[in-house]
């Protein structure tokens, strides 16, 4: 039996005409895609932030065995339906470090089409300066990111300016004056 579209989606259900009079429904679900891991064929929005002590940017490191590459990210997140990406961040930090941070302008906007472990991804990033409530998280080495098997780290940035380290999202270190921070704590 042919079906065929009769109403536009409404709350995830479609009603559709089945032919000889018949009426059918279809309750539609949509695919989660939250992490890196799940990308599906989407964009994904996310809201990364730009935290310097002195020298240091504040990243995590990650590695990608299928390129036999290390890298290192700012910390942030996806930013969710209704969510500001400034939002999206300030809950991020919550959720990542138990940390509350102060937004501040935003840098840029960047769009980052990779490849992940073998997978391809299409991310457009957010990206602002922004600084800890609480000074004592830049007297840490090193925070370990509660809801990942990971650790955040400060990076001297003249690693990621002359190629040794590699700083993603691509184009990142443009944005990124060597003056640029909240007062170089």
Known sequence: MRCSPWAVPAVGIVLLACGAGRLGWVVLRERPTDSVTSMGLTIRPLALAVIRRGDALLVFEGRDDFKDETYYRPLG?????????????????????????????????????????????????????????????????????????????????????????????????????????????
């Open 77 to 185: 997140g996806g930013v969710e339906f209704g969510e500001s990406s400034k939002d999206a961040l300030k809950r991020e930090f919550g959720e990542e470090l138990g940390a509350e941070i102060e937004v501040g302008k935003r840098l840029g906007v960047l769009e980052n089409v990779f490849t992940w472990r073998g997978t391809a991804g299409h991310e457009i990033a957010f990206l602002y300066e922004a600084a800890f409530v609480d000074p004592s998280f830049y007297e840490r080495d090193e925070m370990k990111i509660i809801d990942e098997p990971a650790t955040a780290c400060w990076v001297d940035v003249a690693g990621f300016r002359d190629g040794s380290k590699i700083l993603y999202p691509d184009g990142l270190i443009g944005l990124l004056s060597p003056e640029q921070g909240p007062g170089g704590r």
